[in-house]
């Protein structure tokens, strides 16, 4: 099973909104609703933003927000904020001999 | 509050063998399915290994070729990481991590344990 991929890289200025996506296969995203987002900060351990493609656990701000089309998830931050900037992960169930497949990364910066 | 903290991290030479746990608190951990997620230095995030809440169903990345062997003891509230033949590659931060209870994502996460693997 290979990695979801993911932009390696994406930036914005304060208060703009940026998009992350994630394209896996018929497989993994297309195949199912549990597409997940994981914020990681340097030398932290990843927090769960995003669950069921677009479902936001409790405390996480309503400036995140997720979406799915066919194979590729999205991750969208409106209103961008310096404490935004980190790296952004997605996860996709497989269901397979893998059952779970994580993205590649992307690196936020807030310009 | 919900609590995983993971210990056993340590360095090993190839070939060799270690054993993580994590003691997990402030939830009922046979009510959750728990993982094994690691992170090398440097790099993405890669899924190990999940056990079901009653240890009924295990699995594993088939890039470890079976190497490795999970367990928990949910009297102890406890998740294990047996790693054996453990190669250079193995070295990372490895994290444990808790299922959602009725979903498919990882809701909390421990601090991580980092294995090293050298000579």
Redesign the interface.
């Known amino acids: 099973q290979s990695a979801l991929t993911q932009p390696a890289s994406v930036s914005g200025s304060p208060g703009q909104w940026i998009t992350i996506s994630c394209t896996g296969t018929s497989s993994d995203v297309g195949g199912y609703d549990y597409v997940s987002w994981y914020q990681q900060h340097p030398g932290k351990a990843p927090k769960l933003m995003i669950y069921d493609v677009s479902k936001r656990p409790s405390g996480v701000s309503t400036r995140f927000s997720g979406s799915k089309s066919g194979n590729t998830a999205s991750l969208t931050i409106s209103g961008l904020q310096v404490e935004d900037e980190a790296d952004y992960y997605c996860c996709s169930y497989a269901g397979g001999s893998d059952l779970y497949v994580f993205g590649t990364g992307t690196k936020v910066t807030v310009l | 509050e919900v609590q995983l903290v993971e210990s056993g991290g340590g360095l090993v030479k190839p070939g060799g063998t270690l054993r993580l746990s994590c003691a997990a608190s402030g939830f009922t951990f046979s009510s959750n399915s728990m993982?094994w997620?690691r992170q090398a230095p440097g790099k993405?995030?890669?899924?190990v290994s999940?056990i079901s809440r009653s240890s009924r169903y295990i699995?594993y990345?088939?890039s470890l070729k079976g190497r490795f062997i999970t367990s928990r003891d949910n009297a102890k509230n406890s998740l294990y990481l047996q790693m054996n033949s453990l190669t250079v590659e193995d070295t990372a931060v490895y994290?444990c991590t808790r299922t959602?209870a009725g979903?498919?994502?990882?809701?909390?996460?421990?601090?991580?344990t980092l294995v090293t693997v050298s000579s």
């Open positions: 993982n997620v993405g995030l890669e899924w999940s699995y990345a088939d994290y959602n979903g498919e994502d990882f809701d909390y996460w421990g601090q991580g």
